[in-house]
């Protein structure tokens, strides 16, 4: 995968890497500046960057104990890429275990991302379960690299399977992994299975969906069920599961190459068909 850096006016390059859009700046009162992404025009902000952007933000404000497992987001308003996003931290609660917060990414005066999470102390000795096992397809040394927008993903490899599910476009199912080592730190890590969970789309597999088009994502939620490290291969499995009323939803989970699942994941999307630029969400 060969990136290029694009140069702001002041001289300073945009990222190529997770680790680099992870990497936030602190501002006063809980409030954290993510730098642009794109100089080259204006597009849209992948939705995981900013996801995983909010949950970095919400992480530098808890005790060092205590790390993300869940996040529960809305996307409002299609962000720019060009410009810098604010993310603005509120301390809900922090308890005995748990620590609650919510975090605002704001553009121009405008929320383009909101989210709650919440980060727990870890306990080892709790009774593990795994309902199902992970599906049975080939490992990612196997298979060839699948070709990614990087200007939206950066670093992020994909491999794709077989599938014996019929898709359309966007791959259900596939092994992804980030290149450059983040950081070693839990939370991190967990921005970087955040980042990873918002790439493709289990609507995919819906009825109808070659006339639908885009899907722009209203809500999205990850549960982070055990430690898991970005930097290696994780396989994606993602499924629809009802479209109606101009939405549709899909869930998925994630798995190591071990075949543990470490993280869930669900999330709602337009589903409808081509509309005027005029007609807003």
């Not at 970095?56 to 529960?72: G, M, N, Q, Y």
């Amino acid at each position: 995968m060969s990136l290029t850096r694009e140069v702001f006016d002041g001289g300073q390059l945009t990222p190529t890497t997770v680790a680099e859009v992870l990497a936030i700046r602190a501002l006063p009162h809980d409030r954290f500046q993510a730098d642009p992404v794109s100089v080259t025009g204006r597009r849209t902000i992948y939705g995981g960057q900013v996801a995983a952007q909010a949950l970095r933000a919400a992480s530098l404000t808890v005790p060092e104990d205590r790390v993300a497992h869940s996040i529960h987001g809305y996307f409002l308003l299609a962000g720019d890429a060009s410009a810098p996003v604010e993310l603005r931290v509120e301390r809900d609660r922090d308890g005995g275990r748990y620590s609650g917060r919510r975090v605002t990414a704001v553009q121009n005066d405008g929320v383009i991302f909101s989210m709650s999470c919440s980060f727990s102390r870890s306990k080892p000795e709790a009774p593990e379960f795994q309902a199902g096992e992970a599906p049975r397809v080939q490992p990612p040394d196997d298979l060839e690299t699948h070709q990614l927008n990087a200007s939206r993903t950066f670093d992020v490899e994909a491999r794709v399977p077989e599938d014996p599910e019929p898709w359309y476009r966007w791959p259900a199912r596939m092994w992804l992994r980030i290149r450059e080592p983040l950081v070693d730190d839990p939370n991190v890590r967990a921005c970087g299975l955040v980042f990873l969970s918002d790439l493709c789309t289990g609507l995919s597999r819906a009825p109808q969906i070659e006339q639908v088009g885009l899907l722009p994502s209203v809500d999205h939620a990850v549960w982070l069920h055990r430690r898991a490290y970005p930097n290696d291969w994780l396989l994606i499995d993602l499924n629809a599961v009802v479209t109606a009323g101009g939405r549709g939803m899909y869930t998925g989970q994630m798995y190591d190459a071990g075949g543990m699942l470490v993280a869930s994941l669900a999330q709602e999307s337009l589903f409808d068909y081509p509309r005027s630029h005029s007609e807003k969400r």
